[in-house]
């Protein structure tokens, strides 16, 4: 069957019905629009769903969900579409496609923000710093807020205001019957503690509302770049350091090639690089004084830790992760930065060959950690650090090499894992799910999905069985 012929596999009254009443665009195999709005981050994934509807509205929410229950059509819901391993998307089934709803509505009294289902990071904290305020979310501007926010949500920072999720106030969610429900501390709270941490297993979220915190719009943030050679020296430093940094500073170091950009010099580009990406969430003159030891340590090759707009610092590292380039990964959440797990990442990071390729490891702690651990969804609060293995190449040709050094990588670092956290899981399996939640949540995360999605028409996610 040729692709454009998919359409034609849907029941004719029941397509007919939905666009009679439907507000968005629906967009099928060979219309001009088809190939731009089945797209999606990862480029390494390419899959052809048989309807993409463009949704608006709740009524359109639920109108595209009603439509694939009644069909029997695979659903695949979509944000922003950064999905790692492309599960807001899929072949021959419908996505229901939420990224035209980008409403984004502050009260600056209340200091709270309301946000659609398409919102991505870069436009609520555009919107938010304008008035001086922030949600903790992610280090990437073209991420979708739901699909971070309902995995937890790590970002710069974290460790002054939490999680994305510790500053989630209330959702309203379409459950699979096609029910539109709140949750909040205080309604439905069995399912406000689920869809903190528990990804989309439960409904389509078609509206947050966060808690704002203060913050810029100016901060103290940027890179510090040392050689890969000193990796074993700097790392060794750095955990020590980081053992009495204040909560307002935020780090995640960084081994990779240097890019080739308009802030490294020349000399150093295609060079082994480890850097320290640094975010002062608190005055500029106390994240200077926080900050000395770092800098005076060894011989740094160039220090852009200076006082910007956060607003520039969130696009950071937007270049190393651009829609199109293809994506593997592989994460582990380690204790502590012992001897061995320096010695690997060192170890590893010199048989880094892609000029994209390279590994985050973020700093926990700090108000992360002060939530307590049975509050949310979310595991791993008492990790001390997230490593994300990112292999990372420009085609197919390359991609073989990048996943393969992921794969060897994250094998030598298995012993050490405490845990994963679930936006950084590929398509692993239900156990690697399981790691990410640990025995008793996933136990109380089936029971929610049994009461929410007991058929798991939710299931283009990292799945949660009933």
């Not at 078609?206 to 100016?218: A, K, W």
């Not at 582990?332 to 010695?343: F, G, K, T």
């Not at 990112?390 to 990048?402: R, S």
């Not at 996943?403 to 994250?410: D, G, L, P, Q």
Request: net charge negative.
């Amino acid at each position: 069957m040729q692709r454009a012929d998919l359409a034609t596999e849907l029941d004719a009254s029941a397509l007919n019905e939905l666009a009679s009443g439907f507000l968005g665009q629906l967009v099928r195999p060979g219309d001009p629009a088809y190939d731009e709005h089945r797209a999606v981050w990862n480029g390494s994934v390419d899959r052809f769903p048989s309807l993409i509807a463009r949704c608006i509205g709740v009524e359109d929410v639920r109108a595209a969900l009603l439509l694939a229950r009644r069909t029997g059509l695979q659903a695949a819901v979509r944000g922003g579409g950064h999905s790692f391993p492309g599960m807001s998307t899929c072949d021959d089934g419908l996505v229901i496609d939420l990224s035209p709803m980008k409403s984004v509505e502050i009260d600056p009294d209340a200091h709270t923000v309301r946000a659609g289902p398409g919102v991505l990071l870069g436009e609520i904290d555009a919107a938010t710093q304008a008035a001086g305020l922030a949600v903790p979310a992610g280090i990437v501007t073209h991420t979708g807020v739901a699909g971070l926010t309902l995995g937890g949500g790590i970002g710069w920072l974290q460790r002054k205001y939490g999680l994305t999720i510790d500053q989630l106030l209330s959702v309203k969610l379409v459950t699979a019957g096609g029910e539109l429900v709140r949750a909040s501390e205080d309604e439905n709270a069995e399912l406000f503690w689920g869809v903190r941490g528990g990804g989309g297993n439960f409904g389509i979220v078609t509206e947050f509302q966060f808690r704002l915190n203060p913050l810029g719009p100016i901060v103290l943030a940027g890179p510090i770049v040392w050689a890969t050679e000193d990796s074993p020296e700097v790392m060794r430093f750095y955990r020590d350091w980081i053992t009495d940094v204040p909560d307002e500073l935020t780090t995640i170091v960084v081994h990779r090639r240097a890019p080739v950009s308009t802030y490294m010099p020349q000399e150093l580009h295609g060079t082994h690089v480890v850097m320290v990406g640094c975010c002062y969430a608190g005055p500029i003159e106390e994240g200077e004084r926080a900050l000395r030891p770092l800098r005076e340590f060894g011989s740094p090759l160039i220090d852009l830790c200076t006082p910007k707009p956060f607003l520039a610092h969130q696009a950071l590292f937007d270049p190393t992760y651009p829609h199109g380039r293809w994506y593997y990964l592989r994460s582990r959440d380690v204790a502590e930065l012992s001897d061995d797990v320096i010695d690997i990442i060192v170890d590893d990071a010199l048989r880094i060959t892609s000029p994209h390729s390279g590994f985050p490891i973020f700093q926990l702690g700090g108000a992360i950690a002060r939530v307590g651990e049975d509050e949310t969804a979310f595991t791993g609060r008492m990790a001390g650090h997230t490593i994300n293995i990112n292999g990372i190449a420009e085609t197919a040709a390359d991609f073989d090499d990048q996943r393969e050094w992921v794969r060897r990588f994250s094998a030598a670092l298995e012993p050490h894992q405490t845990g994963v956290y679930v936006n950084f899981l590929m398509d692993e399996g239900e156990e690697r799910v399981k790691d990410a939640y640990g025995a008793a949540k996933y136990e109380r995360l089936r029971a929610l999905k049994r009461k929410y999605d007991p058929d798991n028409f939710f299931r283009l996610n990292q799945n949660i069985s009933p």
